[in-house]
Each structure stands twice: as C-alpha cells, then as structure tokens.
C-alpha cells in the first residue's frame, strides 16, 4: 500500500509540471518544470529559486515557483531533514498567501504538503499522519471544485483504509463511495473503485461487494489490457470464491476471449473446466499482427509488380 502511495506521489508530481508547463512561463520556471518532469529534483532547485526571487509575493508566477521550488526540495536525493523543513516552509507560505484566494494552487500546495507530514522520508522521521489527514480534508471541504479534489478525495480515504481496521476501513469506504456518488466520471474514478475493492476484500471479507467495485473500476480501463486482464481475473476469482457461478464464468470467458494476449488465459480455461464448462480455445495472440504483416508484404509486392509491367520500352 506504500508503494501505491508513492507511485500516485510521483504521478501527481508529473501531473503538476505538466499542467504549469502548459501554461505561459519565464524562461526559469520552464526548466524548473522541465528537471521535475525527468524526476531530476535537484536540478530543479536553482531555476526555481531564481524564478521566486525575480518575482513579487503573492502574483501567479512566486505561486508557481514556490510550489515547484517546495516539490524540489521534498523529492530531491537523498533525503534530508533540512530539505524536507525547507519544503515545508515553502508550502506553508502559498497556503497562507492563498487563504482567501483559494483555487487551484491553494489545493495543490495542501495535498503536496499532506503527503510530506505522511511520509517517513529519513532515518528518525516521524510521519504526522493527523496532520497529513487535516491539511486533505481541507482540500475537499474548502475547495471541492479543485482540479486537485479528486486526488484528495482519494488520499482521504486511504487514511482510513490503510488502518486495516474494520470500522475505519467501513468509514473510509463510505468517504469515498460518496465523493464517487458526486463525481462518477471523475478522472479518477476507476482508481478510487479499486481501492474500495480492496478494502471490501480485505479486510472487510465482503466478496461479492469487492468484485462489484471491480466491475465499476472497469470502465476507465477500456484501452489498457494488461489491466483488464488484471481486473477480470480478480472478478472472476472472486465470483467464484463467493459461490456465483454463472458470473465467475462470464468473466473468465471474457479473458479468454477478449485479451488473448493475457498471461492468465491458461488459468481462465483450467477453471472453467474445473466448473464444468467447455473454455473457448486460447487465441494466438500475434496471428494478427502476422497477418497484417503478410498482407503489407503482399500488396508490396504487388505494387513492384505493376510498377515494373508499366515501364515503357525503351528505343532499340
């Protein structure tokens, strides 16, 4: 669960340099958003300052320098104490500078602040993870129409979940099921149903109400096999643990048939004979590609061939 933490960390973190290097920017600011794009962190730091000091408190453009200076300090290797006080103060001023102005950077700077007092990011440190969950919930309380929100909506709830225990994991998933009731179509809708699957999964034991959330996270995920593939495997896995049948073999005909390219196809067909069905045969995953190839090397050929029966003859 850490893992995914820091992996939705290093998202956001692309996520903000592309979204502020979209914009118009000075000649600093675009390289500073330029390093944070490659992770280079460190190479960050000095066009970032130079872009705060050359700019006036409070305008737009020491917004966007503190808050990528801050993203510097906190994800520049290796970690210190220093450079995580330093982000800290960074962010602190945008949000104290924004208070009565909050849009977009006002969010963003309590989310990356969030997630550096939840963070264990150096020997002795010690993660405020009150602290962390007061500065999220901010986020969506005081500025639900944020571009950011959803993000939070999703951090806030993981505090919750993360416990593993039973009655705050029910109330995280509550959080979160009724930020999706708002905002079904957010852009990170499937996401957050996953994280609700899991939670029903483990520890709550509620099957049948983890695959539902599955089946709902599969709608963001039209165009990405491998994880389709994941998220019908565990449909199926989990219909199947929880006594439904009929849908346990629904999806696992789905695998086969519609990601023949999956690395559980095999396994799909063992337990569909192992529920008594016939499984589909397994697809050769590159015929079409070969085929394809074939085709282009066929209409080649036959493109030289006219070309060279369409020559005229030359004068003896």
Do not use: H
């Amino acid at each position: 669960m850490l893992s995914r933490i820091y992996l939705i960390l290093v998202i956001l973190c692309l996520f903000v340099s592309s979204a502020f290097a979209a914009e118009p920017s000075t000649p600093f600011l675009q390289k500073g958003w330029e390093e944070i794009k490659f992770l280079a962190f460190r190479n960050a730091t000095e066009p970032f300052d130079e872009a705060r000091k050359r700019a006036k408190a409070g305008t737009p453009e020491w917004v966007e320098a503190t808050i990528g200076l801050a993203l510097a300090y906190q994800n520049r290797q290796p970690d210190t104490a220093a450079d995580k006080k330093k982000a800290a103060e960074l962010y602190d001023s945008v949000i104290v500078q924004k208070e009565y102005d909050k849009d977009d950077s006002f969010a963003l700077a309590l989310i990356l602040r969030a997630k550096l007092a939840g963070l264990k990011d150096y020997f002795d440190d010690e993660p405020d993870l009150e602290r962390a969950r007061q500065l999220v919930a901010r986020v969506v309380t005081e500025v639900p129409e944020s571009k950011y929100a959803d993000i939070a909506a999703l951090y806030l709830a993981q505090f919750d979940i993360m416990t593993m225990e039973k009655e705050k994991t029910e109330r995280g998933i509550k959080k979160l099921e009724g930020w999706l009731a708002k905002r079904p179509d957010n852009p990170l809708a499937s996401v957050q149903w996953e994280l609700i699957a899991e939670a029903y999964m483990y520890p709550l034991g509620k099957l049948q109400k983890s695959a539902q959330a599955y089946e709902k996270a599969l709608v963001g995920n039209a165009d990405n096999e491998r994880t389709l593939s994941t998220l019908y495997w565990k449909i199926a896995r989990l219909y199947d643990q929880n006594g439904n049948k009929s849908k346990a073999i629904e999806y696992y005909r789905r695998l086969i048939l519609e990601l023949p390219r999956s690395a559980c196809g095999f396994s799909a067909q063992v337990q569909l004979r192992r529920l008594g069905e016939v499984p589909p045969p397994l697809q050769d995953p590159f015929k079409a590609m070969r085929d394809e190839k074939t085709e282009n090397a066929t209409a080649a050929g036959d493109a030289q061939t006219g070309a060279a029966t369409s020559k005229p003859e030359t004068a003896k």
